[in-house]
Structures are given as structure tokens and as C-alpha cells.
């Protein structure tokens, strides 16, 4: 076998590695089929619907916002009409992101662009 075709070898062996790590990842972080049933039973369809469209007019209001710019948490205390203080957002900001193991985002497509890109790149290094 020669160097070209090692080098594609490992290349191709790396990147099949890659993309099914990155399949595992997006397989863990699918919702369940089945959460409303079993894990969010005090929430029917109908007030799933509205909570969902509230959370879409306030993402499209906060869309401003970069992440370096994120809001305050007062302004999330206004948002929801002073329903929760300060202290409860930062606690139930807490709880979530706990339960979430701190692993809030899935690869993505952009992500899986950039690895096949690195893995090509370090096939070709000799």
C-alpha cells in the first residue's frame, strides 16, 4: 500500500470514527417520544401550545442578543411578567442545568463540516 493510499485509509477510518460519535451524540440528545406522557404530565397539549408559541415571540424579541450581549436576569424576571425573582430564575436556572449534566448542545452539521475538514487536513500532514 502506498503513503496516498495510508494516509486516505486513516483519513477514512478516522472520519467514520468521527461520524459515529457524532451520531451517538445528536441518538443521546433526542427528546423522548413519550416525555409529555411520562415526565411533564401537568402540562396538556393545549397549554404546551400556547407556553410554545410565548417562548417563540420571546425568542424572536430577545433575537437582538448575541451571546457575549445575554440578558440579565431581571430582564428575564420581566419577561415572565415578574411571575419569579431573581433568586428563582438563578435556582431554576441551577436545577436544569444540572439535570442537563451541563451538556446543552448536540454536534451539529456545521460542527461535523469543520471535523471532516480537520480529519482531511491531518490526513495529508505526512
Known amino acids: 500500500m502506498t503513503t496516498t493510499q495510508n494516509t486516505r485509509s486513516s483519513s477514512s477510518a478516522l472520519e467514520n470514527n468521527q ?3 457524532l451520531n451517538a451524540g445528536v441518538d443521546k440528545k433526542r427528546p423522548s417520544t413519550d416525555f409529555m406522557a411520562k415526565v411533564q404530565k401537568d402540562i396538556n397539549p393545549s397549554m404546551r401550545a400556547i407556553l410554545i408559541d410565548w ?4 425568542a424572536e424579541e430577545y433575537r437582538k442578543y448575541e451571546e457575549i450581549g445575554a440578558p440579565q436576569v431581571e430582564e428575564f424576571c420581566y419577561i415572565t411578567d415578574n411571575t419569579y425573582f431573581k433568586e428563582e430564575v438563578l435556582q431554576i436556572e441551577s436545577a436544569v442545568l444540572n439535570y442537563l449534566k451541563f451538556e446543552m448542545t448536540a454536534p451539529t452539521v456545521k460542527w461535523r463540516s469543520v471535523a471532516f475538514q480537520f480529519v482531511t487536513a491531518a490526513g495529508t500532514v505526512g
Open 55 to 58: 417562548l417563540v415571540e420571546v
Open 19 to 21: 461520524t459515529g460519535k
